[in-house]
C-alpha cells in the first residue's frame, strides 16, 4: 500500500454528523450540522466517514479496513480515491487531518 | 371570514388608506399603495380571499408606491416596503402587482420558519397532495396551472409550506405566475378570462398570472398530507413519462430547493427524510399538459 501512512484523520465534530439512508438503496445522505453541507454519497465515501467518525484513524490502516470491508484489491485506483475522498471531505470542513492540525 | 366581496372603487379607497386586509392562507396581510393599477389586480385576483378585521393581528405589513421623487413624474417606477423595510430596488411602475407577489414570497420565505419551505408547486385531489419542486423555468407553474385547470385543488404553485411535525402541508393558494410561451398556452388551454395582463420587460421576461379558483380560497383553511414528489421538466416533443426517484437523491433535490432548509439544520434534514420516506418521488418529462395529467391521474 502506498496510502500516506503519517496522516491520522479525525472527524470534525461526529456529534454533528447525521445521516440518512434506506435499506434498498446504495448511496447515503449525509447532513452536516455545523456546515449545513448536504451530500449524497457513494457506499465508499459513507464507509470512509463512518469509521473516521468512529476512531481517529491513520489512513493507511484506513485504506486496509476498507479493502477488507469491500472485499477489493488493493491498487492504485482506489487508493487514490480513498485519498482524493478524505482530502475533498478536509476542504469541506467534515475532517481533520494530523497534517492540517 | 367573509370573502372580499368588495367593489373595485372600495377596494382602491381602502387601499390608499389604512390597507386591505387579506386572510392569505395561513398569512393576514395589510397591504396599501396609491397606485391605480394595484388596485385593479388586487380586486382582480384577490376578490375572493376573506377579509380580516380592521383590529386583527396582521403578519406581513405591505405597501407598495411610487418612490420619493422626480421618478414619479418620469417613467414611474414602484417600490415594495415590508415594515418600512425596502429591500428590493425600484422597478417600472407596471409591474407594481407581479412586485407585490414577489415581495410576498420573500416575505414568507424569509419569516415563517415554522414551516420547512420547499420551492415548489402543491395540488392535491381526493385529499392527496402532489408536490413539484423545481428550478425556475423547469415547467412546474404551467403544469400546476393545468392541473387547476382540470379541477384539482391549488395549494401553492410557488412554495410547500412543509410542517416538520406531521408533514402536512399548509394551503397558500396565491396566483399563480405564468412566464413567457406559458402565458399564450395557459390561455388556450384553461380559461382565458382567469389570465391576467402580461407585463413584458420583467427580469423574468413577460409574466402574467392565473387567478385562483374560489374552491382553492376556500379550503385554504385545510392542512393536506403529502402523497408524491414529482420533479417536473418541460422539454419539448417528450413523451410524457414518470421515472422512479431513488429516496436519497429526492432529498438531496427538495434541500437544494428548500428556503430554510439550513436555517432549521437538523429539524430541516429530518422533515425532508421522513417525507421522502413516506412519498415516493418520480422525474417527469413532458411537452403535452394532457398527456402528463393522465401520468399523474394514474398514480391516485
Known amino acids: ?101 | 371570514m367573509k370573502p372580499l366581496d368588495l367593489k373595485p372603487g372600495e377596494i382602491a379607497r381602502l387601499l390608499r388608506s389604512n390597507g386591505l386586509r387579506l386572510q392569505i392562507g395561513p398569512f393576514a396581510v395589510s397591504l396599501r399603495s396609491r397606485l391605480r393599477r394595484v388596485a385593479e389586480q388586487i380586486a382582480f385576483f384577490y376578490g375572493d380571499y376573506p377579509r380580516i378585521e380592521a383590529d386583527a393581528f396582521v403578519d406581513f405589513h405591505i405597501q407598495i408606491n411610487n418612490p420619493a421623487g422626480l421618478r414619479h413624474w418620469v417613467r414611474p417606477q414602484a417600490i415594495f416596503s415590508f415594515d418600512g423595510f425596502k429591500p428590493f430596488k425600484p422597478l417600472p411602475e407596471d409591474q407594481a402587482f407581479a412586485m407585490f407577489e414577489w415581495g410576498l414570497n420573500w416575505c414568507i420565505a424569509t419569516t415563517s420558519h415554522q414551516f420547512l419551505i420547499t420551492h415548489a408547486a402543491v395540488v392535491a385531489k381526493n385529499g392527496q397532495a402532489i408536490i413539484f419542486p423545481g428550478e425556475p423555468g423547469a415547467g412546474k407553474s404551467t403544469l400546476c396551472a393545468a392541473l387547476v385547470s382540470r379541477g384539482w385543488q391549488l395549494l401553492s404553485d410557488e412554495m410547500a409550506l412543509i410542517d416538520p411535525g406531521d408533514l402536512s402541508i399548509t394551503p397558500v393558494p396565491r396566483p399563480i405566475g405564468l412566464k413567457n410561451e406559458s402565458i399564450a398556452i395557459m390561455k388556450n388551454y384553461g380559461d382565458e378570462t382567469l389570465v391576467g395582463p402580461p407585463v413584458t420587460d420583467t427580469i423574468k421576461g413577460t409574466v402574467a398570472h392565473m387567478r385562483p379558483p374560489a374552491d382553492s380560497i376556500v379550503h385554504a383553511d385545510r392542512d393536506t398530507r403529502p402523497g408524491y414528489i414529482i420533479f417536473p421538466t418541460y422539454s419539448a416533443a417528450a413523451d410524457s413519462q414518470l421515472d422512479k426517484v431513488e429516496k436519497t437523491r429526492a432529498l438531496v433535490r427538495i434541500a437544494e430547493q428548500s428556503f430554510n432548509y439550513h436555517i432549521l439544520g437538523r429539524e430541516g434534514f429530518r422533515t425532508v427524510e421522513r417525507l421522502v420516506s413516506r412519498c415516493p418521488a418520480f422525474d417527469l418529462r413532458y411537452s403535452q399538459l394532457d398527456s402528463a395529467i393522465a401520468e399523474i391521474d394514474a398514480l391516485l
Open chain 1, 1 to 101: 500500500m502506498t496510502a500516506e501512512s503519517n496522516i491520522t484523520w479525525k472527524a470534525n465534530f461526529p456529534d454533528s454528523f447525521l445521516w440518512a439512508e434506506w435499506e434498498d438503496e446504495e448511496a447515503s445522505v449525509f447532513f452536516h450540522r455545523g456546515s449545513g453541507e448536504t451530500l449524497l454519497l457513494n457506499p465508499l465515501g459513507a464507509y470512509l466517514l463512518k469509521t473516521i467518525c468512529s476512531e481517529d484513524i491513520s489512513e493507511e490502516k484506513l485504506a486496509q479496513r476498507t479493502v477488507r470491508y469491500f472485499d477489493l484489491p488493493v491498487d492504485e485506483e482506489l487508493l487514490s480515491a480513498i485519498s482524493v475522498s478524505l482530502h475533498t471531505f478536509e476542504q469541506k470542513g467534515l475532517l481533520l487531518s494530523s497534517a492540517s492540525q
